[in-house]
């Protein structure tokens, strides 16, 4: 898509800089966390506009202060903010995950300014999915405002589009697992699967990378979460409570050095011991490894399925999640995770690598070909 097309302008100007009379004047909405800083001027976005009428907080906290899936239903922790309405889109019930009428029909601009990390199960994306949802509903005249971050995982595209009897909170319909889009092509990607067009203007932000949340704390993760996200349906630690979340990997009963763990093109496989502070296996001795991606033609999908099925087929103390997850009960959440039935059956043993490659090959070529619309060449 070119800059200018439909009702999309990318704006050579500063949001500070920009006159829009919504935008300065006009009741406003903002969609952020904490990598909303600006280190030129040391102050939030939400410090800086005196019109600023409703907040709107991804999962996390607004400073990303809480772990994975702790739903915030009080938001007075936030009382710092005089004037400012706070309202969680991450809360204990399903229901709050889009935003309600009365947080919506008396705004006249929002602004959305997340980071997105290249992966459909990273909730920020699909938060801004939910609400631009819920304005078409409600308040489909308004006028979006989008800060426009780089991909960290970079271009680069693994899996396969999910369908829509896979839709979850970690799971928009149509994205593939890694989508290769920046934010402000999802968002338009999204203004598609909602048949609706906001006027949308968007804005380069800062190149500073801020870690969007508590165990995405560098660059680097978003080489690997696309397959090691995964390892959340699984009793395999995916290494939170450490330095290096993603990257590490294993569990007390893994046997790194006793057995040959497959590997993958253009990374490799460093054994070691962790000990998680938190989370699974807390201050228990895990065996596992560090995964070292050499470039981004790592696959992480494909060699994250290969090592849990490996793991499955080899350790009998293997087993799934269990329960509820992310407010989903009719599914377990490896199915929600990855969504596709022949990445599932490679995972049961019953479909072949081989088989596998070639169908991503596919997929991947067929999203590759339909993203194309979405991409705004005028971005840097």
Not at 12 to 38: H, I, M, W, Y
Not at 106 to 134: N, S
Not at 220 to 225: D, N
Request: charged share 20%; with cysteine; aromatic share 12%.
């Amino acid at each position: 898509m070119r800059a200018g097309a439909g009702k999309v302008i990318v704006r050579k100007e500063t949001l500070q800089e920009a006159r829009d009379p919504s935008l300065c004047e006009g009741r406003l909405g903002l969609l952020t966390n904490q990598v909303c800083f600006r280190p030129e001027t040391g102050r939030y976005l939400f410090q800086e506009w005196k019109n600023l009428k409703r907040l709107f907080v991804p999962e996390h906290g607004l400073f990303s202060e809480l772990q994975d899936q702790v739903g915030l239903d009080d938001t007075r922790v936030y009382s710092f903010l005089p004037g400012i309405e706070v309202v969680s889109l991450y809360g204990t019930d399903a229901k709050t995950l889009e935003p309600a009428a009365e947080h919506l029909t008396d705004l006249d601009a929002l602004i959305i300014d997340l980071q997105d990390v290249g992966a459909r199960y990273y909730t920020f994306a699909t938060t801004a999915a939910y609400l631009l949802r819920a304005l078409k509903k409600h308040r489909p005249g308004i006028e979006l405002f989008v800060m426009d971050r780089k991909n960290p995982a970079g271009p680069g595209i693994e899996g396969s589009p999910l369908p829509a009897a896979y839709e979850s909170f970690v799971g928009f319909p149509g994205l593939p697992h890694r989508h290769g889009l920046r934010l402000a092509e999802l968002i338009l990607f999204y203004q598609h699967r909602i048949e609706h067009e906001f006027r949308c203007s968007i804005f380069a932000a800062g190149q500073t990378f801020i870690p969007p949340s508590p165990n995405f704390p560098s660059i680097e993760t978003a080489q690997v979460y696309s397959g090691q996200c995964l390892l959340e349906a699984t009793n395999l630690s995916e290494g939170r409570g450490t330095t290096r979340p993603f990257e590490f990997f294993g569990a007390p009963f893994l046997r790194p050095f006793e057995h040959s763990f497959p590997g993958a093109p253009a990374s490799a496989l460093r054994p070691l011991l962790f000990q998680p502070s938190f989370h699974k296996f807390k201050d228990e001795i895990c065996q596992g490894f560090q995964i070292i991606p050499f470039s981004g033609q790592y696959h992480s999908l494909l060699h994250s399925l290969q090592m849990i099925r490996f793991v499955r087929e080899n350790y009998p103390e293997f087993a799934w999640r269990q329960g509820p997850y992310e407010f989903v009960s009719e599914r377990p959440a490896i199915e929600i995770l990855v969504g596709d039935e022949l990445l599932l059956s490679f995972l049961a043993g019953r479909v072949a690598l081989a088989e596998v490659q070639s169908y991503l090959e596919s997929t991947q070529n067929a999203w590759r070909n339909e993203s194309r619309r979405y991409k705004i060449t005028s971005l840097s």
